[in-house]
């Protein structure tokens, strides 16, 4: 009986005409069309329209400018002294930015996790530099390491770090420090919150267990805090990563890349680029390098965890 | 193996006193169970026994040492946790052999114990799941074997069974006992399940409200339960209870319905409690009731009966057809019956059921 069914209303449908056919293969399409006209307007034209600088000679003071150049742009890269010193100085401000994040906010989120009166009050306050805008920041710790302005020069000498109080943003072979103190005092309360909520779900009766089979706090801290914090901190060292190394707030509005490119990153090189020399098209190409570089850093990053994981099974 | 003694240990949180006088000497190879409701302070005296809780005064010594100020690796304890506690990240294998690796056993060393109890408990064919792939019977025979592969002086139980299943927990609870049997190790064992005290202890200590309210055999605490709520406690279904006073030597309820009462009772007090086992009170002859409720259990039938105005339940296996608003006859055989006073004290010696 069912077979007899079957029969009847296939034919049925392929009999019906084409506009009808085409009506409903469209359908679905026109409900989603507001979505899709947003995403596309929204995020593929800027993104496609960047890309496409990358290849063309964009210059804003050059009203003959805007043809298609090919690849010279990246040619024009491999030459380019001061863009490999920036991409060597976005390793060094990446590396040490990221890694003295996360040192002190894993040591802040573990101070946050011991009971003590007004730890909600510290937790809160945790939050405030996070809350400052980078600009704000900048300046404020541009004024600190300033001698005329600011007190740290003055204490460094106290301390006996520095022999006179002088300005380290003003020193090529230190000034990189300045941006990084500022982006490591910035991006703190980032590691210690998202770690003191992983540290938070871990099961105290664990420690319990091992405080009992004899481990000290630092064995209980290699045998379960670590293992219990380790995807968390995989996936926010990624995140930070790819968003410290875009970053180029701090260094414009502190060193502006200088002195002697001493403290020039590639964002901010994209940045001197683009709105300095005000050359769009060799800005996107240097912006695609970087977009390819990060790129290839999360996947490397993924595939390892996914490994990880695995062998986790 | 080792004795241990607990002298007048309270425990406070603040202004808030949780245990007080707490006294108990434990013997060498002793199983103990620490049992009463849900919040009497069981678990923070285990706790406190284990260095887990700080002992606020009184003094809790392990074979002669006073252990109040040792960190819980020094008492030389193993503990099975509620919740099992096993290490997520390591295997069944690297969960048993933690303690050994933490104090350098040498590897040989460590591979026997790990087979040895593994084979105790069955887990041979499981030594490389992590405890995310194991069920909670399998975990918890994890979480025993983490506590035998150390040999410690004693065990301490934070009601371990509690999160299987009825059938399971039978089971576990007598390879506990078979356990227990083959290893000799002083235990203790908390638990508020008073039929788990019962077929566990060599000893049960009774505690509410922060105290202890009775310690002895299991039988003693069923047959001479020293106060009401030991009485209550101890037994399922729970004792029955009548209010009334003592006059002349017979037992008169609060509707004027007396009752004679064996040799050796006071001849009067004001104010007691009479009480009884559900499965003492014989059926046939005696006091007027009527059936309120029948709960079939198989084995028998629970009978809830009104008599003398009170609620009184009957346990009986004798398969009588009996309906809600049946009349029936019970006896209250003399010897059966337990006495309270006033302050909820068992009082005149120990009558003994005479079935
Ligand atoms: N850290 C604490 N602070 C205050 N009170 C507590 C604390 N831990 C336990 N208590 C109280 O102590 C009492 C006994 O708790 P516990 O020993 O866990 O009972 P249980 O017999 O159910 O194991 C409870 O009333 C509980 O509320
Ligand atoms: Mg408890």
Known sequence: ?313 | MATMEIRSARKTYGTLCVLEDINLSIGDGEFIVLVGPSGCGKSTLLRMIAGLEEISAGEIRIEDRVVNDLPPKARDIAMVFQSYALYPHMNVADNMSYSLRLRKADKPTIADKVRDASAKLGLGALLERKPKALSGGQRQRVAMGRAIVRQPKAFLFDEPLSNLDARLREQMRAEIRKLHRALGATSIYVTHDQVEAMTLADRIVAMHGGHIQQVGTPLELYDRPANLFVAGFIGSPGMNFVEGAVELGTFVMRDGTRLPLPEGMPETLGGATLGIRPEHVTLGEGLAAEVELVEPTGHGIILHLRLAGAVFRVLTTDRRWLTPGDQVQVGLPAGALHLFDESEQRVAPAPHPQQ
């Open chain 1, 1 to 313: 009986m069912s077979d007899s069914v079957l029969h009847h209303v296939a034919p049925d449908r392929y009999r019906r005409p084409l506009r009808q056919r085409v009506a409903s293969v469209i359908e679905p399409w026109l409900y989603c069309a507001p979505v899709l006209v947003i995403i596309v307007a929204v995020m593929f034209v800027p993104l496609v329209l960047g890309v496409s600088y990358a290849f063309r000679d964009i210059q804003l003071l050059n009203p003959f400018s805007g043809g298609f150049v090919g690849l010279d742009h990246f040619r024009a890269l491999g030459q380019d002294d001061a863009f490999f010193r920036a991409l060597r100085n976005t390793l060094w401000w990446t590396g040490a930015s990221v890694f003295l994040q996360l040192g002190f906010g894993l040591i802040l989120a573990l101070l946050l996790n011991v009971p003590f009166a007004g730890r909600g009050l510290a937790q809160a306050l945790v939050f405030l530099p996070w809350a400052v805008p980078t600009f704000l920041a900048g300046l404020n710790w541009a004024w600190l390491f300033n001698p005329v302005i600011g007190p740290l020069p003055h204490w460094m000498t106290a301390l006996g770090l520095m022999d006179e109080p002088s300005n380290i943003l003003a020193d090529p072979s230190i000034a990189m420090w300045g941006p990084i103190i500022a982006a490591v005092w910035w991006g703190i309360p980032f590691f210690a919150i998202t770690l003191l909520a992983a540290l938070q779900s871990i099961p105290k009766d664990l420690y319990e267990a091992a405080s009992i089979d004899g481990a000290s706090p630092w064995q209980q801290f290699r045998s379960i805090t670590l293992p219990f914090l380790a995807p968390v901190i995989a996936i926010t060292v990624l995140l930070r990563t790819v968003w410290v190394a875009n970053f180029a707030d701090l260094i414009i509005v502190m060193t502006n890349g200088g002195p002697a490119d001493r403290t020039q990153t590639v964002a901010s090189y994209i940045f001197t680029q683009a709105f300095k020399r005000l050359d769009f098209g060799y800005a996107s190409a240097v912006a695609l390098v970087l977009l390819a570089l990060l790129l290839a850093y999360s996947m490397v990053i993924l595939v390892l965890r996914q490994r990880l994981s695995d062998r986790d099974k």
